[in-house]
């Protein structure tokens, strides 16, 4: 965790880089807005001047700003991004996350499992830093959808959605009710202990919707959206799919 003080990534040409201190990320946060004075960075921080001295020459070191000579006076240094500010902390994210480390803490992780545990914490890590995981969820659920079918023999979907049912419930996985098989709508319930695990956020809708669009490309050799219907939250009982072909 990071002490109260908040998290942002940056894009350097060196790859990201995550910076965890308030100073430093109000001084680059100041230079989104064009080049700044070293007069300018200290009044806007309201920090002693060997304090940004120090800030600075670390933000220098990770290729996150450049020092140059103002234009106007040789004897003042002018300082200007070289990143892109990529995503930052956010609550409620933080508090989420917090959440779930005490719960990997705490004796009550044996009961929903060390890696499931593990696998909610680092999608709570992702959004307490402000990045929006779902569409990299989506993809990789897909692949691993994609995956699982191998463990399926049928190309009907009806059948293909009953083993599925089998496999989550022998795998621990979760369960789902199908509820029309034209267009197939699916309620999806406690994926991966998703509603079980006490944090008030659900994190794995989008994965739960590649898995199924993955499983049934690769079964049915066919392109489709598991399209969510509504939207969930802490007070809805299952998420729920339906299938559009494209």
Not at 82 to 108: F, N, R, T
Request: proline share 2%; charged share 25%; hydrophobic share 35%.
């Amino acid at each position: 965790m990071n002490n109260g003080d908040n998290t942002a990534i940056f894009s350097t040409d060196i790859g990201f880089i995550a910076l965890n201190g308030s100073v430093k990320i109000k001084i680059l946060e100041f230079l989104k807005g064009g080049c700044r004075s070293f007069d300018e960075i200290v009044q806007h921080t309201g920090k002693a001047k060997s304090t940004i001295s120090v800030h600075l020459n670390d933000l220098k070191s990770q290729n996150l700003l450049e020092e140059a000579t103002d234009a106007h006076d040789k004897r003042k240094k002018v300082y200007f991004l070289k990143c892109q500010y990529v995503a930052c902390s956010q609550e409620p994210g933080m508090k989420h996350y917090g959440e779930m480390l005490k719960l990997i803490g705490s004796p009550d992780m044996n009961s929903f499992g060390c890696l499931k545990c593990l696998f909610h914490a680092v999608q709570y890590g992702f959004r307490a830093h402000g990045v929006n995981c779902d569409p990299i969820m989506r993809k990789i659920g897909n692949d691993v959808g994609s995956s699982l079918s191998r463990n399926f023999v049928s190309n009907e979907k009806g059948q293909i959605l009953e083993e599925m049912m089998a496999f989550w419930e022998d795998h621990d996985i979760g369960s789902f009710k199908v509820l029309s098989h034209d267009p197939i709508k699916i309620a999806v319930n406690n994926f991966f202990d998703c509603r079980s695990i006490p944090i008030k956020e659900k994190t794995l809708c989008s994965f739960a919707q590649g898995v199924f669009e993955g499983v049934f490309k690769q079964k049915m050799g066919i392109e489709c959206v598991m399209q969510m219907l509504g939207k969930c939250n802490d007070d809805c009982e299952a998420c729920h799919f339906q299938m559009i072909l494209l």
